[in-house]
């Protein structure tokens, strides 16, 4: 079953299609379920507003994608969710997209962590001590029970450069986390497009990182695609992901189950 449940739109304003166009490409694609799952707004928080939808823009945000559902139904399944990251002030929030607006999933994308008292974005700088406050915040927010799956899960790799004692230590960490709470773990085809990164061993993708993925066969953990697509035409892509599955000997779920 094709299937991809990681789908941005032009509200999150660093992307681009309505919901009706990325349902239409996911179609003719031939994907048999897609998920939208734009940005989730942080109300009150003031972080990263530039690149997601504010509050007020939830309600039309999830009627559009019930109203395409409408007229789509025949052709495709759709599920509606939210890409988030967690915050315990924003407790109610999530509470408010499950009771109030009957969301499908939600998926956790763990861009921002504490550190001295500050959120941070986890791609602007990353030591030793700050990755182990990342990675802490990665699993508190997984143990919360509120997502479906993680997305890229090796997101740190695209600042922290080498593959050593403590890269190795914090990919343990969430493969253990995700083994222990059964929580699936997303093969991030967006992470393909980027500028790679330079590091002793040669170049490579920011995300996915091969090494992250063949130690994930080491536990007893479930791997899905996520296209992450932040343009229609990113659906097309999807055989990027099955193709470094298959390279690295990685089985895969095709779909979430709700």
Excluded: Q
């Excluded at 309600?59 to 315990?88: A, N, Q, R, T």
């Excluded at 190795?168 to 773990?185: F, G, H, Q, V, W």
């Excluded at 093969?187 to 063949?214: L, Q």
């Amino acid at each position: 079953m094709k299937t991809n449940y990681h789908t941005h739109n032009l509200r999150c304003k660093h992307a681009t299609g309505n919901v009706l166009d990325y349902v239409k490409m996911a179609i003719e694609e031939g994907y048999e379920e897609i998920g939208i799952s734009d940005h989730m707004p942080h109300p009150g928080l003031g972080i990263d507003d530039k690149s997601r939808m504010f509050y007020d823009e939830l309600s039309s945000y999830f009627s559009e994608i019930d109203s395409v559902k409408k007229i789509m139904e025949d052709k495709i399944k759709i599920k509606k969710g939210l890409e988030c990251e967690y915050f315990e002030e924003l407790k109610w929030i999530y509470k408010e997209l499950k009771e109030e607006y009957k969301v499908d999933y939600l998926i956790l994308g763990a861009h921002f962590f504490k550190h001295k008292g500050n959120w941070v974005y986890v791609g602007w700088e990353l030591d030793h001590s700050m990755l182990e406050e990342y990675i802490n915040h990665v699993i508190k927010s997984m143990e919360t029970g509120l997502f479906k799956y993680l997305a890229h899960p090796d997101l740190f790799f695209m600042i922290y450069k080498e593959w050593d004692e403590y890269s190795i230590k914090a990919s343990r960490r969430i493969l253990e986390a995700a083994e222990r709470l059964n929580m699936p773990l997303e093969i991030n085809i967006n992470g393909m497009k980027k500028a790679k990164v330079k590091c002793k061993d040669g170049e490579r993708y920011p995300y996915p990182h091969k090494e992250f993925w063949k130690l994930s066969k080491e536990y007893k953990v479930k791997r899905i695609i996520g296209v992450d697509a932040h343009n229609p035409k990113d659906l097309k892509d999807y055989k990027e992901g099955l193709d470094f599955a298959k390279e690295l000997g990685l089985e895969i779920i095709d779909r979430l189950e709700f």
